[in-house]
C-alpha cells in the first residue's frame, strides 16, 4: 500500500478543490458575514505565509482567545498547516489559570478577540513568552498600553493568497493543544496531533456517530477553545459541509433564529445550551425542521429535555460522551436496528445513556475485582485506548495518575448492559456511598429534572455520623413553576430504592458552573455546607 501521512492541511485543501462554493456563516461583532471555502483557503494561506514571516516554525505554540468564527477556523488550520500548534485557551477561566497556561504552553503570539482583549491586558505583565497579539476585529485595534499589538485583518495582509503548504510536515506532529477544566488544582495541557485530528475527524462522519457530511449545516455552539469545538469544525471542512459560527455572547433566542434561518442540520453543545433552548422555543415562534440531529455532551442530558425535543418539537436528540484527553469523542448513543421495534420508553431509555463505543477505540471497564458484567448494573471506571486518545499530559508530573498501563484512566464510573451500551454513573469523586452501598448523583439529577417545575438540578453528598455520605438535592425552579420539598421527593420515590432518596432538597436561584458549562460540584459542597452552617448559627 501507498505510504502518506495524515495531515491537516489535506483537509483544508479537500474543500478547497471539491467544494469551494460551499459557505461559512459567520457571526461577529460587526454583523454577519459569509466566505466560501475558496475564500477560506485563500486567508487561512495568507495566515500561515505571515505566521512564517514573523519565524514561527515547527513546534511553536500559537494560543487563541476567541469565540467561535471564522478567523478562528483560520487559525485551526494555518497554524498547524506550518508545523506549528494551535493552542486554544478557555477565556472563562480564571486570570490565575489563564496565565499559567499561557506560560505553560509557552505561546509566542496570542490572536485575541476584541471583546477579550481586556483579559489579556490585565494579565499581560504576567505572560513571559508572548511576542505579540493580533486583535481579531472587524474594527479598529482598541488602544491599548500593551506592546506589539496588531489587526489580524491588516497583519494578514502581507501574506501569500498562493501560499503552499510545507511538505515537510509529518502525521505525528503536534497540532493542536488544549487544557482540561481545573476544578482542583491547575490544568493540565493535552497535545493533539496531525494524525490523531484527522482520525477523530473520520470517526465523526460514520453514519453511526454524527454522520457529518457534505449535505449538512453544522453549528457548533460548543465553544472552539473547548476541545477544539469537538473537533466539528475540521470534519466540517473535510466533508465540505456547510458552517454556521455563532460567534460573541450569543443568547439563545440568537441560537434559535440561526438554527431556524439558517437552515442548521446538526448543532452541538452541552446541556445547559440546550435546556435554555427549550425555554426561548416556548416563547418564540422557530422553524427546526431541518435539524436532524442536537448532539449534547460535557455531561448527562437529563431524560426529560431528551423526550422534549423529540416529542415536542420532532428533532432528534444524540447523547455522546468524551473528555479532553479522548479529543473528544468516545461513545455515541444510537440504537442498533433491532432495538427500533422496542417500545417509546425502552428506546428512551437507551438513548438516554451515553452510548456505544466508536469505531477504532477500545475500552475496559474495571471495578474492585477486575472487568464488570455487562449486565447494567455492576459499577466500574471506565479505561480507554486508541489512535486519538492522550497517552499523557503535556510537561506534567500528574501522568502517572490518569495513564497507566497503556490505558487512559477517564475518572468516570459506569455500568455497560448486554448490547455494550455505556451509562456513565458518576465521576469517582461525586459517588455518593451510604451504608457501605453507591449512590449515582447523576441518576438523581437526571430524574429530578424530568420534573416539569425543575429547570437544574445538582446533587452532592454530605457527611452523615451514621451512613458516611448522605445525598442532599439542590434545585433551581422554573421561572413561574412551584414545587417543594415534598412533591419533588415523592416524584423519585417510585423510581429509587428509599436508601437513594434525597435527605434534603435545598432551593438555589442557580446552580455554580464550570466555565464549560458543567456542574461545579467542588462549590457547590462549599454551598451546600455554608447553609447547613448558617441554620444552626
Not at 462554493?21 to 454577519?32: A, F, I, N, P, Y
Not at 453543545?269 to 442536537?294: C, F, H, K, M, N
Not at 449515582?440 to 429547570?455: C, I, P, Q, T, Y
Amino acid at each position: 500500500m501507498m505510504k502518506g501521512d495524515l495531515l491537516i492541511p489535506s483537509m483544508l485543501e479537500r474543500a478547497e478543490r471539491f467544494f469551494p462554493k460551499k459557505e461559512v456563516v459567520s457571526r461577529t461583532g460587526g454583523g454577519v458575514q459569509r466566505l466560501t471555502y475558496k475564500e477560506i483557503g485563500r486567508r487561512t494561506r495568507q495566515l500561515a505565509d505571515r505566521l512564517q514571516q514573523a519565524g514561527i516554525g515547527h513546534g511553536d505554540k500559537i494560543g487563541t482567545l476567541a469565540w467561535n468564527h471564522h478567523r478562528h477556523l483560520e487559525l485551526y488550520f494555518g497554524v498547524p498547516g506550518i508545523g506549528a500548534v494551535v493552542h486554544t485557551i478557555n477565556i472563562r477561566l480564571s486570570p490565575e489559570h489563564v496565565v499559567y497556561i499561557i506560560n505553560h504552553a509557552e505561546d509566542r503570539i496570542l490572536f485575541v478577540d476584541d471583546d477579550v482583549l481586556p483579559l489579556v491586558e490585565a494579565v499581560y505583565d504576567q505572560l513571559t513568552t508572548v511576542e505579540a497579539v493580533v486583535v481579531m476585529t472587524d474594527k479598529d485595534v482598541p488602544e491599548t498600553k500593551m506592546k506589539h499589538v496588531y489587526s489580524y485583518e491588516e497583519w494578514i495582509a502581507s501574506g501569500d493568497p498562493a501560499f503552499v503548504f510545507p511538505e515537510d510536515l509529518t502525521e505525528e506532529m503536534p497540532a493542536g493543544m488544549c487544557f482540561t477544566s481545573a476544578t482542583t488544582g491547575n490544568p493540565k495541557g493535552v497535545v493533539y496531533t496531525h494524525r490523531s485530528t484527522v482520525l477523530h475527524s473520520m470517526s465523526l462522519s460514520l453514519a453511526d456517530s454524527a454522520a457529518v457530511s457534505e449535505s449538512d449545516t453544522v453549528m457548533a455552539v460548543v465553544p472552539m477553545f473547548h476541545v477544539n469545538a469537538w473537533g466539528i469544525p475540521y470534519a466540517s471542512v473535510w466533508m465540505g459541509s456547510t458552517q454556521v459560527m455563532p460567534g460573541p455572547r450569543f443568547t439563545p433566542d440568537l441560537l434559535a433564529s440561526l438554527l431556524s434561518e439558517e437552515k442548521v442540520t446538526v448543532t452541538a453543545g452541552v446541556p445547559t445550551i440546550w435546556l435554555a433552548l427549550l425555554r426561548e422555543l416556548e416563547q418564540g415562534d422557530y422553524d427546526l425542521s431541518r435539524l436532524r440531529a442536537v448532539i449534547c455532551g460535557g455531561s448527562a442530558a437529563p431524560r426529560g429535555m431528551i423526550e422534549t425535543f423529540e416529542e415536542k418539537y420532532g428533532v432528534p436528540f444524540l447523547h455522546a460522551y468524551g473528555m479532553t484527553e479522548t479529543s473528544p469523542l468516545a461513545t455515541v448513543s444510537r440504537l442498533k436496528s433491532y432495538q427500533e421495534k422496542l417500545s417509546k420508553e425502552e428506546k428512551l431509555d437507551i438513548r438516554s445513556k451515553q452510548g456505544l463505543l466508536v469505531p477504532g477505540l477500545e475500552m475496559k471497564v474495571v471495578g474492585g475485582s477486575g472487568e464488570v458484567a455487562w449486565d447494567d448494573e455492576e459499577m466500574g471506571e471506565l479505561l480507554l485506548r486508541g489512535p486519538w486518545i492522550a497517552d499523557e499530559y503535556d510537561r506534567d508530573e500528574r501522568t502517572e495518575d490518569t495513564f497507566r498501563d497503556g490505558w487512559l484512566h477517564t475518572g468516570d464510573v459506569c455500568t455497560v448492559d448486554e448490547e455494550g451500551v455505556i451509562k456513565i454513573v458518576d465521576r469517582t469523586k461525586d459517588l455518593i456511598k451510604s451504608g457501605g452501598e453507591w449512590i449515582s448523583s447523576v441518576d438523581l439529577e437526571n430524574a429530578l429534572m424530568a420534573h416539569e417545575a425543575v429547570f437544574e438540578a445538582s446533587v452532592v453528598a454530605v457527611p452523615d455520623p451514621e451512613w458516611q455520605e448522605r445525598p442532599v438535592a439542590c434545585v433551581v425552579l422554573h421561572e413561574g413553576k412551584q414545587a417543594d420539598q415534598q412533591e419533588l421527593l415523592d416524584f423519585l420515590a417510585p423510581r429509587f430504592a428509599k436508601w437513594w432518596l434525597p435527605d434534603d432538597v435545598i432551593f438555589m436561584d442557580e446552580i455554580p458552573k464550570t466555565s464549560v458549562g458543567k456542574f461545579l460540584k467542588r462549590a457547590l459542597r462549599d454551598q451546600v455546607q455554608a447553609h447547613y452552617e448558617n441554620q444552626q448559627s
